[in-house]
């Protein structure tokens, strides 16, 4: 499993998840007034902190992970480094103040710059298939799904429709990339057909399937559809590093 990256499917899954639950909690503070909301940003800050514990396995030396921080001017790791440090300050600003409203915006607002600057950190050159913006797509939606499907079990806040909303464009948008690689170069169409045929992508699909169905009106099933939710985005981001195809196929694997 050493080829699909699993400490950064763990990271980058998790730490969007409590980016799409800060900002969707973030809106709550502001539409709702005065609810108590320490709570919630403490799980926020424990999904995150478990995201980092992740992260820490891609290193050699994990403690000494803070050299990556030598070429912040060049490098999109060194920044995303920076954003998720930021965002874990601006988490813990508003737990402290119980939800105030100027720093559960600054965490609204540090979510999003992460979430940005993961998305450059992540569309590799050598990788012509996701060497644009794709990743940021892929990881905006996953705010998106993983904080409407969450954000009940932070605040009770019905969020049903935006949950079904983002999960179409999520599996339209897994289902169109194919498509399109395959009418590009080789390493594209190599991309295309790898993730035709993986399970990941096809079980993560099935997953988003399953979590629209449990958000459909009826009874009380937020925990399952979080939980599926949550598999679906594991599973496609499995496919993400796992099943993408690197130039590097044609020179004979040098790294």
Request: charged share 5%.
């Amino acid at each position: 499993m050493e080829e699909y990256q699993l400490p950064l499917v763990i990271f980058t899954s998790l730490s969007q998840t409590a980016a799409g639950m800060a900002i969707f909690l973030a809106w709550r503070r502001w539409a709702a007034g005065n609810r108590p909301q320490r709570k919630g940003w403490l799980v926020i800050g424990i999904i995150l902190l478990i995201s980092l514990i992740g992260a820490s396995f891609h290193l050699s030396y994990p403690f000494q992970g803070y050299y990556a921080l030598i070429n912040i001017k060049q490098a999109w790791l060194s920044r995303e480094i920076v954003a998720v440090g930021a965002f874990a300050v601006a988490i813990a600003a508003a737990f402290l103040s119980n939800g105030h409203k100027l720093a559960v915006l600054a965490a609204a607002l540090f979510a999003m710059v992460l979430v940005i600057v993961q998305g450059m950190t992540y569309a590799a050159p050598a990788i012509t298939a996701i060497a644009n913006g794709l990743p940021m797509v892929y990881y905006l939606l996953t705010v998106w799904v993983m904080g409407a499907a969450c954000i009940p079990l932070l605040d009770e806040v019905p969020s049903s429709s935006l949950l079904r909303q983002g999960i179409l464009l999520f599996v339209l948008s897994l289902i169109i990339a194919p498509l399109i690689w395959s009418s590009g170069g080789t390493i594209m169409q190599m991309t295309a057909w790898k993730w035709s045929s993986s399970l990941f992508f096809w079980g993560s699909i099935l997953c988003f399937i399953l979590t629209y169905f449990l958000s459909l009106p009826g009874k009380n099933r937020v925990p399952m559809a979080a939980t599926a939710a949550l598999a679906a985005v594991l599973l496609s981001r499995l496919a993400f590093f796992g099943d993408t195809i690197s130039s590097i196929v044609n020179i004979g694997h040098p790294y």
